[in-house]
């Protein structure tokens, strides 16, 4: 079960220097590290490079996202230059393989953010990654060592540690970059729901996020392989709302471009091997042009705790949420991800924690609904509540399966 959990003062202090707080006290130091300055919607498995190169990183900013992940497609010096070329064009940031060069000869460019390092390692290889962590900030100030880790179904023997929060603590401190990553790929089916193991990574990477102060980004799963499931519109959307609740500041696919391998007979990324658009280009396109609506609030927002309730929750378990009560049928879960504004405002993602069938909660905020405004998944302007459901007593608001609403309040 996903717990809720409240940060601490000085965790929220360091957040919101990152998340658009004043940077007050910040050391010289800490203004050469890397600083995330929009919402990351990106993916694993670059396209191909060289022809046609331009045309695929016209639909890649085409269905809204705004970061690509460099290493498949792009993987030398002169590929990872044109890759950037393309990204500056259609206005992308990226992170881009270090193609063997020495960390004084990476390229640099207004859309590079930082350069990969690793995916996945054991807590062996940590030492060695700092210093590359740390070389890259040396010679190329306000980028970053790119890092992906491991998620918590992982062993004792790849992670190198008896749990998985202290893998991600020892990470956090040891190697010390700029962003947490890990990926995780929830099995949602009647007989295999993985759900609450995916809330539980995000909490962990919540945590040390916010104590780090640094943003976390997370792979989800795009496509069939192995025992995994071709994931429905609406439990992608689940993923991304669920990450967006616990405060992610990046939205990762796997993949984009499907790999080839035994592994992943079946295709059906975002694109074919070959090249041809799936059903998934459409579905990541209109939920990524949500999300990157609602980028400059959501990367403006400091996670204050998480939590998760059904429509018959006593007024107990909404306390430190900027709910009074939330009503519905019992069968019905929500999670709300509380936050506070860098100006000052409380503010809460109420998502639909059904990723099968929609949701027409009952809510009280605790302000007046007249003072409370919704951040427009359209144009991401600050809007009106509107009821859903004025004949029905109390304000109705409607949640798509899977899906979720970003509310500010006073």
Known sequence: MC?????????????????GGSTMGVSAQEKTRFQQDRI??????DPPAGAGMDERYRDIAAANFTLVIGGFGAGTAETVREQLKLCETYDLRAVV?????????????????????????????????????DAIRVARPGRFGYINLLP????????????????????????????????????????????????????VMRRHALRKGVPFWNFFNT??????????????????????AYGAKGLLYFCYWTPRGDEFPKGGAIITAEGRKTRHYDQARRLNAAVKAMGPTLMRLTSTGVT????????????????????????????????????????????????????WPTVEFAVDPAQVREICP??????????????????QLSLDAGGGRLFLLP
Not at 40 to 45: D, L, R
């Open 378 to 395: 359209e144009t991401g302007a600050e809007i009106p509540v509107v009821d859903d459901s004025p004949d029905m007593p109390g304000l």
């Open 223 to 244: 496509m069939p392989y192995g025992p995994h499931f071709d994931p429905t519109e609406h439990s992608l959307r689940w993923q991304i709302y669920t990450s967006l």
């Open 152 to 203: 918590t179904y992982a062993n004792e023997q790849q992670l190198g540690t008896k749990t998985y929060d202290e893998h991600v603590a020892r990470f956090a401190d040891e190697v010390d970059t700029d962003v947490l990553s890990m990926d995780h790929y929830p099995m949602m089916q009647p007989k295999a729901d993985g759900r609450a193991g995916y809330c539980e990574n995000l909490e």
């Open 3 to 19: 717990h809720r959990l409240q940060q601490t003062a000085s965790a929220w202090l360091a957040a919101i220097l990152i998340f």
């Open 308 to 359: 998760r309730v059904n429509g018959a929750a006593a007024p107990a378990a909404l306390q430190g949420t900027p709910l009074r009560a939330l009503a519905g049928p019992d069968t019905t879960e929500y999670l709300l991800g509380a936050f506070r504004h860098a100006d000052g405002r409380r503010a809460v993602l109420l998502s639909n924690y059904d990723f099968v069938y929609t949701a």
């Open 40 to 45: 990351a919607i990106g993916f694993w498995v």
């Open 97 to 133: 393989a270090r193609a063997g060069l020495k960390p004084e000869e990476l390229p640099e460019s207004p859309a590079c953010w930082g350069y990969m390092l690793r995916d996945e390692p054991n807590t062996a290889a940590f030492a060695d990654l700092r210093r590359d962590v």
